[in-house]
């Protein structure tokens, strides 16, 4: 199996099941696909088609951001490395017409030429990012190129701002415990640098818009962390791995970063980290 193949794929799933799928939002990890169904009301006009791009997708279902959309009749592209994921992706999206599924292992390098090959408009609506590796480097590059209007972006939500940290990019990286991605802090940064705004934290999943898109307001990735995932109650029910992370919240910014140093002395030489502080 080479390292990109499209399927392209046909849709007739009936339309009253996939309303009623929609509306129940059971696709998600948390509440993101009924956030993101909120912002595309608010922020974008209404046209025939849209387009959504799934990085990460999974099977397409489960934790699935976007599949709510395409069953709404988006037009789009679902990618995942992995092979029994990609399986099921495949499998998920076969009867969508203007849906094209891919294997692929995303980097900075081929992200640009991947949405080229699909034929993804440059400007357009929804982006999701959850590749669980080098994710900073590759929104970076397809924010040189691409200007989505809405993007959902998994953060490493351990890790409070003010700490910047992110993991470099890797073409051999394995997911490993609790190393991987971008600090909510170093996505602000991005954001600036392209001109995104910051505008909701929903546990570890970042919702960005252009900054020139009528009513968006940027919050900052303090504001988002607290109201997002520090302050919710359930977030350790949500996420009991977190545990062992909570004795970060009670540190400074500096004795984060040497907690983390310590925690991810394998990985020396493989992130760049800084307490982020003026």
């Known amino acids: ?19 009623r799928r929609v509306s129940r939002g059971v696709y998600s990890n948390f509440n993101e696909e009924k956030i993101l169904a909120g912002y595309i009301e608010k922020f974008l006009s209404s046209k025939r088609q849209c387009t959504a791009v799934d990085l990460g997708a999974g099977d397409g279902i489960r ?8 069953a709404a009749g988006w037009r789009g592209l679902v990618v995942d490395s992995d092979s029994d994921r990609f399986a099921k992706l495949a499998r998920t999206y076969r009867s969508y017409e203007q849906v094209f599924a891919s294997r692929c292992r995303v980097s900075p390098y081929n992200v640009i030429s991947l949405l ?10 929804v982006l999701s990012l959850d590749i669980d590796s080098y994710d900073y480097w590759v929104l970076d590059s397809l924010l040189r190129r691409f200007r989505p209007r809405l993007i959902v972006s998994e953060i490493n939500e351990k890790i409070p ?15 490993q415990h609790h190393f991987y991605g971008q600090s909510l802090a170093s ?22 818009a252009p900054r020139e898109l009528r009513g968006v307001r940027h919050i900052d ?11 919710r109650p359930d977030r350790l029910k949500k996420l009991p ?9 009670s540190m400074s910014p500096r004795d984060v970063v040497g907690f983390l140093n310590k925690f991810f002395a394998r990985h020396k030489g493989k992130y760049q980290m800084s307490t982020g502080e003026a």
């Open 63 to 70: 934790h699935s951001n976007t599949h709510a959309l395409f």
């Open 241 to 249: 791995l977190n545990r062992d992370m909570e004795s970060l919240h």
């Open 161 to 175: 701002p003010p700490v910047k940290f992110v993991v470099n990019y890797d073409p051999d990286f394995t997911l």
């Open 1 to 19: 199996m080479t390292l990109v193949e499209g399927i392209a794929i046909a849709a007739s799933v009936p339309a009253l099941r996939r309303l």
């Open 221 to 231: 990735a303090d504001t988002a962390y607290r109201a997002g995932y520090l302050d």
């Open 187 to 208: 996505l602000e940064e991005l954001c600036r640098q392209h001109s995104y705004a910051l505008i909701e934290l929903e546990y570890n999943n970042a919702f960005l």
């Open 116 to 125: 080229e090959t699909y034929e993804v408009p440059t400007e357009f609506e």
